[in-house]
């Protein structure tokens, strides 16, 4: 039997990758606004222009393709870039930077980010069982290792304080995705651009290590000077760039 020419191969490998994006994104659409239960498979594959039985071969079913809303169009799952930000060696700045860097990230997707965070919202009021997973995966891990920075840099172990400082610094990148609308409608230069999202994620920096700055000087009594001092030096650094 001949062997089909490498650029029929490439040819059937793109338009496998466009029906498999085109089902994604029109499931992440009707799903944002339906919901996963009022959702048919049929209608997706009719928004897409797609085979019905396409999405059982790109995604094995309903579910898994309603799973891969989550992660994919957002550029994959955030508990998977935690050793990107959770090293040993790492200084706070950098630390704090690399992980507000990698949260802000998929706001350069535009409309898509948009839907992706509308079906999130969907599904905290509307749960499936996928809400334990994406808190396990998305949520918990990225928590645990901005505690774990914290607790690294200023020398204390997890407390109730270090858990609210870690959800204040989250805070600053979350409410640029949950007030995305609002942003856009204030000041929409602030996410035009890639680049601005880059510059979001410098200033998310700075202010960070300005969060903790102040949780250093709030414990100095019992912090040992050289974690006080580190926290001096690289927020003077930050604040530089």
Request: charged fraction near 25%.
């Amino acid at each position: 039997m001949p062997i089909p020419p490498i650029t029929a191969a490439r040819g059937a490998r793109s338009d496998g990758l466009e029906a498999r994006k085109r089902l994604l994104l029109a499931a992440l659409r009707l799903f944002a606004e339906r919901g996963f239960a009022k959702t048919s498979t049929r209608e997706i594959a009719q928004a897409a222009g797609a085979n019905l039985a396409a999405i059982s071969y790109y995604f094995g079913d309903k579910a898994g393709l309603y799973a891969a809303c989550f992660s994919e169009p957002m550029g994959g799952n955030a508990g998977d870039l935690v050793a990107l930000y959770d090293a040993p060696g790492l200084e706070v700045g950098e630390a704090l930077r690399r992980f507000l860097s990698s949260y802000v990230e998929p706001l350069k997707r535009g409309e898509i980010v948009r839907q992706c965070m509308r079906l999130h919202m969907r599904e905290m009021l509307e749960p499936t069982s996928q809400w334990a997973k994406e808190f396990e995966r998305d949520i918990k891990g990225p928590h645990a290792a901005l505690v774990r920075i914290l607790c690294r840099h200023l020398d204390v172990k997890p407390d109730d304080d270090i858990h609210r400082l870690a959800l204040a610094i989250t805070g600053l990148a979350l409410q640029l995705f949950v007030a995305n609308d609002f942003v856009l409608a204030v000041r929409p230069s602030l996410m035009r651009r890639a680049q601005d999202i880059d510059l979001w994620a410098q200033r998310l920096a700075q202010y960070a290590v300005a969060l903790v700055e102040a949780e250093a000087k709030r414990r100095a009594p019992a912090s040992s000077p050289p974690a006080a001092t580190r926290i001096r030096r690289t927020r003077a650094r930050t604040t530089t760039a």
